[in-house]
């Protein structure tokens, strides 16, 4: 504009064109204007303006923003009046255009009309030429037909010459069209026969070339074997090309294993690495030869290799299970795992060599076990179980027991873990449970053995003697130290449970839930997976393992177990029971010592005491205890301190707290101690003997009644003393014998009948 090139009172320009900026900044547009026009005044004396020249160029500026406002009001004015002037035209022109679209609509719709009408009409016209050019392609196809047919004839005509003159080219060229030919004819009845008649003309024409494939095997040959390739695969036949392959090669190889048998190796894994170190150098040696010439070499030969193994004659199945039946049955699982280790190592330098994994070598390879991993719970077994016949089971002392059971239970854990590591190694687990089944049956035998040791150290100590054996045989002193043996070994016991537990955790968390899960998967969906000879030759088993193994996914983690170890926790929980029945035993064999000669006192009988050791006018308080009860008594006030180890040593507060005694089915109270659970066992079985024994007097005086009534008097307060009661049986004894002869009729209903006719029978 004309505003922004006038110049203010200093004779500089004023810059409008900031106006226009969206983040105008008015009061440093100012400053920048006046700091501007200072500079141009008077540079060369660099003083700033006046108040009057401020004056001056604010003045300017004022005048110059006016004009350049006038300026944009008359702009917008007449931009106002053009918009105005020009509405109308507008307004007419849309009206034109509203017009026209409404008769491009009118022409559309009568388009639409005509064309309904004119398919109307033309409907059956056009079915008509649907049905014609049905009819055309019927005829043509006929004519095809007869064409090919006369082809056929001709062709078969002229592939006679080529087989009477050897042409393999132009066999291969009549082949080929005879197969377009008979492709054309599919559907046809003429089919079927000329199919069977092509496949005749090709298999003449494999005999002729058959020679000279084996002549380019033999000899390597790449430029005849080329031929021969092309031939096959014009042919459709390249796969039989690889037959014959196949076929010279197992043939050839037939030779090396009959002069591998011939030579005797020291053992039959040596026999197993030669063949295979045979077969891998065969392998390398076609591989340089094949790789150039075949794409699909590594499945061509992979497949050689397998065919080669699955040929041999006689078999390594044959030849592995003849050197096994000979070999010790302890053994034998320990070469199955040097014969799987071989095989396993071929398979993987064979992968390796031609970066293919072919299952069918798998199964060549793997299945030369399958009768002897079929057997595996049984190898298992004769492998672990002379474990068990390093050991005299017939012990002399606790000691020696002691001994024994540490020393076995250290081995059975190890065989038994050996046992898991080998199914591991040999069988990818897919044997576990036949080997956890092993396992059962070796802590079987060994809960066998272990109750022969039980049994000899009650038969030694007197701990099963019967009534009437005569007291000589039972300990008549306390002996503290066989009760600690025996919880010793009954400890022991528990140990090898918790090992037999850890044992089912490993194999679930091990095997069933990280390692068989994704073999199974992969084998439901027929994926190309490693070689599972249980799905093949022992379908029952394996439906047995995948349940086994769909369970275990479906446990709750430390809700139950699966149960696998079962018949092994089971035959462990009787020996363990037998153990506790051993420790106690050691402690009621001093109690049975001192109740052993009650019958037979004579201080029950009439006249039996000494002269004046009893006054019948003595109060029945002032008679003193005899000493069998006051050693009794004695016994059991001491026990407390040595059954606190049951809740002190957490292994025997573990195994003691699971109750397994033979014939008891007393359990402990919520809130009871194990201690006090076993303390009050020991002291009901201590009434309970001491009952028999008093039933067993034969006859008591008044004087006899009064010194046995003391007698339990002082076992009530021994009892009192320690928390316990006496009771009801003995209690009730203890009425009868304060009672005299003449009253006893009056406790006839109030106390057990049984005692009651016992006790006057005996006072008569």
Same mark, same amino acid.
């Given at each position: 504009m004309s505003s922004q090139s006038s110049g203010g009172h200093a004779g500089g320009s004023t810059d409008f064109s900031k106006l226009k900026d969206p983040n105008f900044d008015c009061s440093q547009w100012i400053n920048d204007l006046f700091r501007t026009s200072g500079a141009s005044e008077d540079r060369s004396e660099k003083s700033p303006l006046v108040s009057s020249e401020q004056e001056s160029l604010a003045t300017g500026v004022v005048m110059k923003l006016q004009l350049y406002i006038q300026e944009v009001n008359k702009s917008l004015d007449d931009v106002i009046q053009q918009t105005v002037v020009s509405l109308p035209r507008v307004v007419r022109d849309i009206e034109a255009v509203r017009h026209d679209t409404l008769i491009l609509h009118n022409h559309m719709t009568q388009v639409k009309s005509e064309l309904q009408t004119l398919s109307t009409e033309t409907r059956q016209s056009m079915q008509s030429l649907i049905q014609l050019d049905r009819e055309h392609s019927r005829i043509e196809q006929v004519l095809n037909c007869l064409q090919q047919a006369d082809n056929w004839s001709s062709l078969t005509v002229q592939i006679e010459d080529c087989f009477l003159a050897d042409d393999t080219q132009a066999i291969s060229e009549k082949l080929c069209s005879l197969q377009l030919s008979l492709d054309s004819l599919k559907g046809y009845p003429e089919y079927e026969s000329r199919r069977e008649t092509l496949d005749r003309l090709k298999n003449r024409a494999e005999d002729l070339l058959s020679d000279q494939a084996q002549s380019a095997f033999r000899s390597h040959d790449a430029e005849e074997f080329a031929t021969c390739q092309k031939f096959f695969q014009q042919i459709d036949r390249e796969e039989t090309m690889f037959k014959y392959y196949h076929q010279f090669h197992k043939y050839e190889f037939q030779k090396k294993w009959v002069d591998i048998c011939s030579e005797g190796y020291e053992t039959v894994s040596d026999q197993l690495t030669v063949v295979f170190g045979e077969l891998q150098s065969l392998l390398e040696e076609e591989?340089?030869? *094949?790789?150039?010439?075949?794409?699909?070499?590594? !499945?061509?030969?992979?497949?050689?290799?397998?065919?080669? /193994?699955?040929?041999?004659?006689?078999?390594? +199945?044959?030849?592995?299970? &003849?050197?096994?039946?000979? +070999?010790?049955?302890?053994? #034998?699982? &320990?070469?199955?795992? &040097? *014969?799987?280790? #071989?095989?396993?190592? %071929?398979?993987? @330098? /064979?992968?390796?060599?031609?970066?293919?994994?072919?299952?069918?070598?798998?199964?060549?390879? %793997?299945? +030369?076990?399958?009768? /002897?991993?079929? @057997?595996?719970?049984?190898?298992?077994?004769?492998?672990?179980?002379?474990?068990?016949?390093?050991?005299?089971?017939?012990?002399? $002392? %606790?000691?020696? !027991? /002691? +001994?024994?059971?540490? $020393?076995?239970?250290?081995?059975?854990?190890?065989?038994?873990?050996?046992? *898991?590591s080998v199914c591991g190694s040999i069988t990818e687990n897919v044997s576990i449970l036949s080997a956890v089944s092993a396992v059962n049956q070796l802590y079987v035998n060994y809960c066998g053995k272990i109750s022969l040791v039980l049994e000899s150290l009650s038969t030694r100590y007197g701990f099963s003697s019967k009534k009437g054996d005569s007291p000589s045989k039972l300990r008549a002193s306390e002996d503290w130290g066989m009760f600690q043996h025996a919880t010793q070994i009954t400890s022991i016991l528990g140990q090898i449970r918790s090992e037999v537990e850890a044992l089912e955790k490993h194999v679930v968390e091990e095997c069933l839930l990280k390692s068989l899960p994704q073999l199974i998967e992969e084998a439901k969906d027929d994926k190309e997976c490693d070689y599972i000879f249980l799905k093949i030759w022992s379908p029952a088993q394996w439906e047995k393992l995948v349940s086994t193994v769909d369970m275990a996914t479906k446990l709750e983690s430390g809700t139950s177990s699966l149960g696998l170890t079962s018949t092994a926790t089971s035959q462990l929980d009787i020996v363990i029971g037998a153990g506790q029945k051993l420790t106690l035993d050691t402690v009621m064999v001093y109690i049975e010592t001192q109740f052993g000669a009650l019958p037979a006192m004579g201080e029950w009988m009439e006249g039996g005491l000494a002269e004046g050791a009893v006054n019948k006018q003595l109060p029945t308080f002032s008679l003193a205890p005899l000493e069998y009860i006051t050693r009794v008594g004695q016994f059991l006030m001491s026990l407390p301190a040595q059954l606190d180890i049951l809740d002190s040593d957490p292994q025997l507060q573990q195994v003691f707290s699971r109750i397994l005694l033979p014939e008891c089915d007393d359990r402990p109270g919520e809130g009871d101690s194990i201690y006090e659970f076993w303390f009050g066992l020991i002291v009901e079985r201590c009434m309970k003997l001491y009952l028999a024994h008093i039933l067993l007097i034969p006859q008591l005086t008044d004087e006899g009644a009064r010194h046995l009534a003391a007698d339990i008097g002082y076992l009530q307060n021994v009892l009192d003393d320690i928390g316990l009661q006496l009771s009801h049986d003995l209690y009730s004894v203890l009425q009868l014998m304060n009672s005299p002869r003449s009253e006893l009729n009056k406790l006839n209903n109030s106390v057990p009948h049984h005692l009651y006719a016992a006790v006057v029978q005996k006072r008569r």
């Open positions: 591989q340089k030869f *094949l790789r150039p010439l075949v794409e699909k070499s590594p !499945a061509v030969l992979t497949e050689m290799v397998a065919q080669c /193994i699955l040929a041999l004659e006689p078999s390594l +199945t044959t030849v592995m299970k &003849d050197s096994l039946d000979a +070999t010790s049955p302890r053994l #034998v699982i &320990d070469v199955l795992a &040097d *014969l799987h280790s #071989v095989e396993r190592n %071929f398979v993987d @330098n /064979i992968e390796f060599c031609v970066s293919y994994k072919n299952t069918r070598l798998h199964a060549a390879v %793997f299945a +030369t076990l399958v009768p /002897i991993m079929l @057997n595996f719970e049984k190898h298992l077994a004769n492998k672990m179980n002379p474990v068990l016949k390093e050991f005299t089971w017939n012990c002399k $002392d %606790f000691y020696q !027991a /002691i +001994t024994m059971l540490e $020393d076995s239970k250290l081995l059975v854990s190890k065989a038994s873990s050996d046992a *898991l």
